[in-house]
Protein backbone atom coordinates (compact mmCIF):
# COMPACT_ATOMS: atom_id res chain seq x y z
CA UNK A 1 0.00 0.00 0.00
CA UNK A 2 2.66 2.70 0.61
CA UNK A 3 4.48 1.71 -2.60
CA UNK A 4 1.59 2.19 -4.01
CA UNK A 5 0.53 5.79 -2.21
CA UNK A 6 4.38 6.87 -3.58
CA UNK A 7 4.05 5.85 -6.39
CA UNK A 8 0.76 8.16 -7.01
CA UNK A 9 2.36 10.73 -5.41
CA UNK A 10 5.60 10.60 -7.72
CA UNK A 11 3.16 10.82 -10.35
CA UNK A 12 1.52 13.91 -9.21
CA UNK A 13 5.21 15.76 -8.73
CA UNK A 14 6.01 15.05 -11.94
CA UNK A 15 2.56 16.04 -13.63
CA UNK A 16 2.31 19.24 -11.33
CA UNK A 17 6.13 20.67 -11.54
CA UNK A 18 5.94 22.62 -14.80
CA UNK A 19 2.81 24.50 -13.45
CA UNK A 20 5.05 25.40 -10.35
CA UNK A 21 8.03 26.56 -12.06
CA UNK A 22 5.54 28.73 -14.52
CA UNK A 23 3.83 29.79 -11.45
CA UNK A 24 7.08 30.83 -10.16
CA UNK A 25 7.51 32.52 -13.23
CA UNK A 26 4.90 35.07 -13.36
CA UNK A 27 4.96 36.28 -9.82
CA UNK A 28 8.88 37.36 -11.29
CA UNK A 29 9.31 41.29 -11.89
CA UNK A 30 9.73 40.89 -16.16
CA UNK A 31 12.93 41.80 -16.63
CA UNK A 32 15.02 41.95 -19.66
CA UNK A 33 18.76 42.85 -19.83
CA UNK A 34 20.86 44.44 -22.40
CA UNK A 35 24.34 44.18 -22.47
CA UNK A 36 27.86 43.14 -23.93
CA UNK A 37 29.45 45.47 -26.31
CA UNK A 38 27.22 48.84 -25.70
CA UNK A 39 27.79 52.02 -23.97
CA UNK A 40 25.20 51.92 -21.84
CA UNK A 41 23.99 48.58 -20.58
CA UNK A 42 20.23 48.65 -19.47
CA UNK A 43 17.88 46.56 -17.87
CA UNK A 44 14.36 47.30 -18.48
CA UNK A 45 11.23 46.34 -16.31
CA UNK A 46 7.88 45.74 -18.10
CA UNK A 47 6.14 49.13 -16.55
CA UNK A 48 9.80 50.91 -18.50
CA UNK A 49 9.19 48.84 -21.73
CA UNK A 50 5.49 49.85 -21.56
CA UNK A 51 7.03 53.66 -21.64
CA UNK A 52 8.65 53.04 -25.02
CA UNK A 53 7.32 53.28 -28.78
CA UNK A 54 5.21 50.28 -29.90
CA UNK A 55 5.35 48.39 -33.19
CA UNK A 56 2.84 45.56 -34.44
CA UNK A 57 3.88 42.83 -35.92
CA UNK A 58 1.62 40.21 -37.93
CA UNK A 59 3.00 36.34 -37.24
CA UNK A 60 1.59 32.83 -37.82
CA UNK A 61 2.05 30.01 -35.24
CA UNK A 62 3.07 26.86 -35.82
CA UNK A 63 -0.75 26.17 -36.58
CA UNK A 64 -0.91 28.59 -39.02
CA UNK A 65 -3.10 30.82 -37.36
CA UNK A 66 -2.29 34.59 -37.24
CA UNK A 67 -1.28 36.78 -34.14
CA UNK A 68 -0.85 40.90 -33.54
CA UNK A 69 2.12 41.19 -31.40
CA UNK A 70 2.57 44.47 -29.97
CA UNK A 71 6.42 45.20 -29.02
CA UNK A 72 9.49 47.39 -29.49
CA UNK A 73 11.81 47.57 -32.30
CA UNK A 74 15.39 45.72 -31.38
CA UNK A 75 17.27 48.36 -33.65
CA UNK A 76 15.25 50.80 -30.79
CA UNK A 77 16.50 48.76 -27.79
CA UNK A 78 19.87 49.04 -29.32
CA UNK A 79 20.18 52.49 -29.99
CA UNK A 80 19.37 53.26 -26.57
CA UNK A 81 21.80 51.23 -25.15
CA UNK A 82 24.30 52.53 -26.85
CA UNK A 83 25.13 49.79 -29.60
CA UNK A 84 26.55 50.44 -32.92
CA UNK A 85 23.94 51.27 -35.42
CA UNK A 86 23.16 53.75 -38.28
CA UNK A 87 26.30 55.34 -39.09
CA UNK A 88 28.70 53.31 -36.94
CA UNK A 89 27.56 50.30 -38.00
CA UNK A 90 30.29 49.96 -40.99
CA UNK A 91 33.82 48.08 -41.10
CA UNK A 92 34.90 46.45 -37.75
CA UNK A 93 31.27 46.53 -36.57
CA UNK A 94 29.63 44.58 -39.30
CA UNK A 95 30.79 41.37 -37.25
CA UNK A 96 28.77 42.17 -34.04
CA UNK A 97 26.14 39.81 -33.88
CA UNK A 98 22.90 40.17 -30.95
CA UNK A 99 22.82 37.20 -28.84
CA UNK A 100 19.35 36.58 -27.54
CA UNK A 101 19.11 34.27 -24.27
CA UNK A 102 15.75 32.81 -22.93
CA UNK A 103 15.54 31.88 -19.33
CA UNK A 104 15.81 27.78 -20.16
CA UNK A 105 18.91 28.76 -21.90
CA UNK A 106 17.73 28.74 -25.06
CA UNK A 107 19.87 31.16 -27.55
CA UNK A 108 19.67 32.60 -31.26
CA UNK A 109 21.81 35.59 -32.33
CA UNK A 110 21.29 37.68 -35.08
CA UNK A 111 23.97 39.71 -37.32
CA UNK A 112 23.55 43.57 -36.21
CA UNK A 113 22.79 44.20 -39.79
CA UNK A 114 20.23 42.38 -39.86
CA UNK A 115 18.02 44.50 -36.92
CA UNK A 116 19.06 47.84 -38.63
CA UNK A 117 16.81 49.71 -40.26
CA UNK A 118 19.55 51.09 -42.67
CA UNK A 119 19.86 47.59 -43.73
CA UNK A 120 16.50 46.20 -43.71
CA UNK A 121 12.73 46.98 -43.85
CA UNK A 122 12.13 43.89 -42.14
CA UNK A 123 10.74 43.84 -38.50
CA UNK A 124 12.01 42.23 -35.38
CA UNK A 125 10.79 43.23 -32.30
CA UNK A 126 10.95 42.06 -28.72
CA UNK A 127 7.17 41.59 -28.16
CA UNK A 128 5.44 41.92 -24.60
CA UNK A 129 1.69 41.31 -26.02
CA UNK A 130 -0.20 38.90 -28.52
CA UNK A 131 -3.65 39.97 -30.14
CA UNK A 132 -4.04 42.58 -27.41
CA UNK A 133 -3.28 41.09 -24.19
CA UNK A 134 0.20 39.97 -21.92
CA UNK A 135 2.07 37.41 -23.74
CA UNK A 136 0.94 33.56 -22.26
CA UNK A 137 3.18 32.63 -19.33
CA UNK A 138 5.05 29.78 -21.48
CA UNK A 139 5.95 32.94 -23.92
CA UNK A 140 6.33 35.68 -21.52
CA UNK A 141 6.75 38.34 -20.56
CA UNK A 142 9.17 38.96 -23.51
CA UNK A 143 9.13 37.61 -26.74
CA UNK A 144 11.29 37.99 -30.07
CA UNK A 145 9.03 37.94 -33.14
CA UNK A 146 10.70 38.11 -36.64
CA UNK A 147 8.49 39.21 -39.29
CA UNK A 148 8.01 37.35 -42.37
CA UNK A 149 11.05 34.45 -41.42
CA UNK A 150 9.54 31.11 -42.34
CA UNK A 151 10.83 29.05 -39.49
CA UNK A 152 10.13 30.64 -36.23
CA UNK A 153 13.28 29.22 -34.75
CA UNK A 154 14.78 32.35 -33.87
CA UNK A 155 10.90 33.69 -32.33
CA UNK A 156 12.54 32.78 -28.80
CA UNK A 157 10.10 32.67 -25.97
CA UNK A 158 10.77 34.00 -22.49
CA UNK A 159 13.65 36.60 -22.97
CA UNK A 160 16.03 37.49 -20.89
CA UNK A 161 19.10 39.13 -22.20
CA UNK A 162 20.41 40.26 -25.09
CA UNK A 163 24.09 40.68 -25.55
CA UNK A 164 25.78 41.86 -27.92
CA UNK A 165 28.92 40.53 -29.23
CA UNK A 166 31.83 40.65 -31.30
CA UNK A 167 32.42 37.34 -33.95
CA UNK A 168 36.07 38.22 -34.43
CA UNK A 169 38.75 36.89 -31.34
Not at 12 to 22: D, E, G
Not at 104 to 132: H, K, P, S
Not at 140 to 150: L, N, S, T
Request: net charge positive; proline share 4%.
Amino acid sequence: MKTRLLRILFIFALITSPYLIQAQVTRKAALVRIGGEVTQPLTLSDAEFNTLKKTLVNRKDKDGNNHVYSGVVLSDLLWKAGAALGKDLRGGNLNKCLLVEAIDGYQVVFALAELDQAFTDRLIILANEMDGKPLPVADGPFRIIVQDEKKPARCIKQVTGMFVKSTVR
